[in-house]
């Protein structure tokens, strides 16, 4: 790399041009980008897939798919939209926010950074080749057990399971190299002053993310090799018969899993107090009080695991642990609520594009919430469990808490990272038929679950055809919805008027102290906070 | 007035078409059981706490979003933390009420709802055991009079109708009717063991409120007492291959008379079964019968030609299993012979010995060797799968 023998340090802008740029780069600000557009990318895979799911279900009988192909599109639309969707769209404006506001000239370990990168592309190829490989008739498609890869169907399934196993190891291994580069990163680079207790909220969102990360990655890894071994080398950890437990494997997962949840929400629960302090025009309300409910989320996160399977057997003192730890769980939540409608409260309220995602996530992300402290009820949760209502209580929470979450984080930042103003009359279409048609397509669901309708299943029963109907279509209107926002950040990164460094109004913090778009290396002077 | 009117008439108008949406369901089915009763008072009342502290917040912050903004030159004011006393009890207040509301208001029910739901044995009359396999299920009664009464359930929904892109009218009870109903008498408390031979699956019948998964190799358990008699339906909720969404569960309670009515009539019928199983059967009735058990069982997979679907599920028309050789030289199945695989199975192909009989095992392969496209020429009958399983 040309850094390595070039003497003048004062100008590092000479990086190769084309497709070396990006292969080859260190800088955060590529990385980040990179990290958005595979995201964005794979939102629209996924995003295909569920499609194709939403019109077999359109109405009773089987029209398009073979279930086989059904299951192999859940599973696979589950693992695209968590792991190639959410969690790179989160690292990615890690990649590039962090930096900018702590500070930092750089992400601390900038070769891992990139690293960790190129390795989504590929475990993104090993996870829907198999379907390719399909059409040439070897194999039998992709991974058809759902995302939740249970034995012993896992056991049984085909090289698709192995494909997943081997890019949900990839995308792990992606996961910890980038989370080592968060931490390293928030301890050693921010700027001198900068106590941890002055970090922006976005930084302790994803310090806790990271530890998370670090600390159930290498759980999962170990559950699917586990899996990997009984598969092909004659061990039983799973199957009863050489003295095993399929059981044993949900555990292993979901103490994974259930943090997996907190690690996609965090990021956001991080930047949302920015967006709202920003146009509310008034500092954030509760700052320690938010920090804290953070941490208290994050160790709560890994305790509460076996809320996932309550009807998979368990003791009684079992079940009434995981119920009121689960419950417990409310409580740091009640306070971010409050601080972020606190902080709202009595402000100068403006509703940009960024602020009208950043309401209505809080509404939808608390019926996601709400429904959550519902679900942990033991009793309650037999009907529930596996049923639409949790396919609807689980998009509340990661569609709406997740994805619209990274939305307005997008409008709230692209100003500062394209340098101009996107369309706020597109972004503000966007918002609405997002959110109206996000609640027609999930509103039926829970009651679909409520009436009996078991999740994963290709056909259904003629009572349950209307609310499907209205689901399908609304399905169908959120996704192409997205081609919006596509256009809309499309237009914006080639054009439009010119931002100014500070964009927003009420925006305070260091990224927005740079010129927008922020030179290819920032802050060669470290500024000092006071 | 007049306008009211109009208003009033039309909302009378819009509630009248909204009935006449039948099919439209709000809430759990009709609970048939304690424990569904149970479910649904505790669903009903976390959704009402649930509900109002979501209308609550949402109404704090639509007032804010409506009276404190910029366009309304509203003044924002600079608090960043509660200073005041006064200010800091409203901060607890939210905290407060969750406290209360998580281990108190919702808890304490929690705890008892939980404490039944798992209490399986007291004062059970009778168990029953049910086994789960790709894709039906399998029910014993365990004791009393009905001891020994053992089926197998399949989806009894016509093939055409579940098959891609059929046109025609749909049965009342598409996907949820089987051919053999399990049946249980009102009023008894029934402990059920639960078990499952391949994957995991997920007992479910939405109006009795229970539902455990069915874990291979282990005995899980829960109980059903019907209170009212009728006919109730539910399905598989655990994702278990590619006939999840084809494994319906379909149960009859009778009041006691009827149902010990069935136990005797059922028994008559196994008995029957059995008896057959002793007897020397000619090709023609083994054929009629194994087309019979292979449509029910096998064709899921292997296909009703017998074409399979490969690689997954192989063809049996021209297979060397199906055409190989059933016994060795000395009179014992071969290893993966085609009695074997069908006992036995191996992988993905499931174990059939504890769901079919010897008459159906010995249809079903004489069946499958000279039908199908195969023609082997000979015939399997019951009494050589009886001693075979010795």
Redesign the interface.
Same mark, same amino acid.
């Given at each position: 790399m040309s850094t390595t023998t070039v003497a003048h340090h004062e100008e590092h802008a000479d990086h190769p041009s084309g497709i070396m740029r990006w292969l080859t780069t260190t800088n955060h600000k590529d990385i980040g980008t990179m990290y958005l557009t595979f995201s964005l990318i794979m939102f629209f895979i996924g995003g295909s897939m569920i499609l194709a799911i939403r019109a077999e279900l359109f109405q009773?009988?089987?029209?398009?798919l073979?279930?086989?192909f059904f299951?192999q599109l859940i599973g696979v639309h589950a693992l695209i939209m968590i792991f190639a969707a959410l969690m790179p769209a989160a690292t990615g404006f890690a990649n590039w926010m962090i930096p900018l506001q702590i500070g930092a000239p750089d992400m601390a370990l900038p070769r891992l950074n990139n690293w960790g990168f190129w390795l989504l592309p590929p475990s993104a190829i090993l996870l829907t080749l198999p379907f390719t490989l399909a059409l040439f008739?070897i194999?039998?498609g992709a991974l058809?057990?759902?995302w939740t890869f249970?034995?012993?169907?896992s056991v049984?399934g085909?090289i698709g399971v192995d494909f997943a196993i081997f890019a949900v190891h990839l995308l792990g291994i992606s996961s910890v190299l980038g989370s080592i580069n968060i931490i390293v990163t928030l301890f050693n680079m921010r700027a001198p002053g900068m106590t941890l207790m002055k970090m922006p909220m976005f930084a302790w969102g994803w310090l806790i993310t990271a530890f998370l990360l670090v600390a159930t990655i290498p759980v999962l890894a170990g559950a699917v090799t586990m899996l990997l071994t009984d598969r092909h080398f004659g061990t039983h950890f799973f199957?009863?018969?050489g003295g095993g437990?399929?059981?044993m494997f949900q555990h292993l997962f979901w103490f994974f899993g259930h943090p997996e949840v907190y690690i996609l929400l965090l990021p956001v629960w991080g930047f949302i107090p920015q967006i709202l302090e920003t146009f509310?025009?008034?500092?954030?309300?509760?700052?320690?009080?938010q920090v804290y409910s953070l941490w208290a989320i994050g160790a709560l996160a890994v305790v509460v695991w076996a809320h996932h399977?309550f009807?998979?057997?368990m003791p !009684?003192p079992a079940?009434?642990y995981f119920?009121?730890s689960t419950?417990?769980i409310?409580?740091p939540l009640? !306070?971010l609520?409050?601080c972020w409608?606190?902080t709202?409260?009595?402000?100068?309220?403006?509703?940009e594009t960024p602020m009208l995602f950043a309401?209505g996530w809080?509404?939808l992300f608390?019926?996601g919430g709400?429904?959550g402290? !519902?679900l942990a009820?033991?009793?309650?949760d037999?009907?529930y469990?596996?049923?639409y209502f949790v396919v609807a209580h689980f998009h509340y929470t990661l569609f709406a808490g997740g994805i619209m979450g990274i939305m307005a984080g997008t409008y709230y930042w692209l100003p500062k990272m394209t340098g101009h103003m996107y369309s706020e009359k597109l972004g503000k279409l966007h918002f609405w038929l997002t959110a109206i048609s996000f609640n027609l397509t999930f509103i039926p669901q829970f009651?679909l679950g409520?009436?009996?309708m078991?999740?994963?299943?290709?056909?259904?029963?003629?009572?349950f055809?209307?609310?499907n109907m209205i689901s399908s279509i609304a399905a169908f209107v959120l996704g192409f919805s997205q081609l919006l926002f596509v256009y809309n950040i499309v237009s914006c990164a080639r054009g439009g008027k010119k931002a100014t460094d500070q964009v927003w109004e009420g925006a305070k913090g260091l990224e927005w102290t740079l010129p927008s778009p922020p030179p290819y290396h920032s802050f060669t002077e470290q500024p000092i906070i006071k | 007035m007049q306008v009211l009117k109009k208003i009033g008439l039309g909302i009378a108008v819009m509630l009248a078409s909204f009935n006449a949406?039948a099919?439209?369901?709000?809430?759990?089915?009709t609970p048939a059981t304690p *424990?569904a009763a149970?479910?649904l008072h505790?669903?009903n009342k976390?959704?009402t706490i649930?509900g109002i502290? /979501?209308i609550v917040?949402?109404a704090?912050?639509i007032y804010?979003?409506f009276a404190?903004?910029?366009?309304k030159?509203?003044?924002?004011?600079?608090?960043?933390?509660?200073s005041t006393a006064v200010e800091i009890f409203w901060?607890l207040i939210?905290?407060a009420?969750?406290?209360l509301i998580?281990?108190v208001i *919702?808890?304490i029910p929690?705890?008892h709802?939980?404490? *039944? *739901?798992?209490n399986t044995r007291d004062k059970a009359t009778m168990v029953i055991k049910i086994t789960g396999s790709q894709w039906r299920w399998q029910y014993e009664y365990m004791d009393g009079d009905a001891q020994g009464i053992k089926f197998v359930s399949n989806l009894s929904t016509p093939k055409e109708?579940?098959?891609?892109?059929?046109k025609g009218v749909?049965d009342?009870?598409?996907?949820?009717e089987v051919d053999n109903h399990l049946v249980l008498p009102v009023g008894e408390k029934v402990r059920v063991l639960m078990t499952a031979t391949?994957?995991?699956h997920?007992w479910?019948v939405?109006q009795f409120?229970?539902?455990?998964?069915a874990?291979?190799? /282990?005995i899980?358990?829960t109980w059903v007492q019907v209170e009212v008699p009728g006919t109730y339906?539910?399905?598989?909720?655990?994702?278990?291959?590619?006939?999840?969404?084809?494994m319906p569960i379909v149960v009859d309670a009778l009041p006691m008379a009827e149902y010990k009515l069935w136990v005797a009539a059922k028994k008559e019928e196994l008995a029957k079964a059995a008896a057959g199983a002793d007897k020397v059967w000619t090709k023609e009735d083994l054929m009629a019968n194994g087309k019979t058990v292979y449509e029910k069982n096998c064709a899921v997979c292997h296909q009703v030609t017998g074409a399979g679907?490969p690689?997954?599920f192989p063809a049996l028309t021209g297979s060397k299993i199906a055409n190989g050789p059933i016994f060795g030289a000395d009179g014992k199945y071969l290893k993966d012979g085609h009695l074997d695989r069908v006992l036995n199975g191996v992988?993905?192909m499931p174990s059939w010995k504890a769901v079919l009989n010897d008459t159906e095992i010995a249809s079903v392969i004489t069946y499958e060797r000279n039908g199908l496209g195969n023609a082997v020429g000979d015939v399997l009958q019951p009494a050589q799968v009886k001693a075979a399983r010795q």
């Open positions: 009773p009988g089987l029209q398009l073979n279930p086989e299951n008739g194999g039998d058809a057990t759902g249970y034995p012993p169907l049984q085909g199957d009863a018969a437990d399929p059981i509310s025009r008034k500092p954030m309300y509760g700052y320690k009080a399977f009807t998979a057997g !009684v079940l009434l119920m009121y419950m417990a409310s409580l009640a !306070v609520f409050f409608i606190k709202m409260w009595k402000g100068s309220m403006s509703f309401v809080i509404i608390g019926i709400l429904t402290l !519902v009820d033991v009793a309650a037999a009907q469990h596996n049923s009651f409520l009436a009996g078991p999740r994963r299943i290709p056909d259904y029963a003629l009572q055809a209307e609310f | 949406f099919d439209y369901a709000w809430n759990f089915p *424990m149970d479910t505790v669903h976390f959704m649930t502290i /979501f917040v949402l704090i912050m804010a979003i404190h903004r910029k366009s030159n509203f003044k924002p004011v600079t608090d960043k933390v509660p901060t939210p905290f009420i969750l406290l998580d281990f *919702m808890g929690a705890y709802s939980v404490v *039944m *739901m798992e109708q579940t098959d891609k892109g059929f749909k009342e009870h598409y996907l949820l391949d994957v995991l997920n479910w939405p409120g229970s539902s455990r998964v874990v291979p190799g /282990f899980r358990e339906r539910g399905q598989c909720k655990e994702l278990c291959g590619k006939g999840h969404g084809y679907l690689p997954a992988r993905v």
